[in-house]
């Protein structure tokens, strides 16, 4: 049996003064890093931000797709959507 996952459209806005969920944006999270958009940073930073913020090992958030783009798609493993939505309900106020 696959370990369950749930796939997280995410729009990120780069060089933010701190790092935030701001809500939704149609059907992506709209997330502000701290990071710049060089050398992968931002990434990197919205892994490690979804990973704590969502209580999962570093490990289990990893990019599929938009690597070189603010939208982005997000595997997140060990979730399923239904306890996806429950852990960010918190964060998001829309």
């Known amino acids: 049996m696959s370990t369950p996952h749930a796939i997280l459209a995410v729009k990120v806005i780069p060089n933010a003064s701190r ?3 701001i ?3 149609g059907d992506a999270l709209k997330i502000k890093l701290q990071a710049p958009p060089l ?3 931002a990434n ?3 892994c490690a931000f979804l990973a704590n913020t969502l209580d999962l090992p570093k490990s ?4 599929l ?4 783009s603010r ?3 997000v595997r997140l493993a060990g979730l399923t959507p239904a306890r996806l939505q429950t852990r960010l309900d918190p ?3 829309q």
């Open 44 to 46: 990197a930073a919205l």
């Open 60 to 63: 289990a958030v990893t990019m």
């Open 19 to 21: 790092d935030e969920i």
């Open 91 to 93: 964060f998001v106020t």
């Open 71 to 73: 939208l982005k798609k």
């Open 65 to 68: 797709s938009g690597k070189t």
């Open 23 to 25: 809500g939704w944006l």
């Open 39 to 41: 050398e992968g940073r």
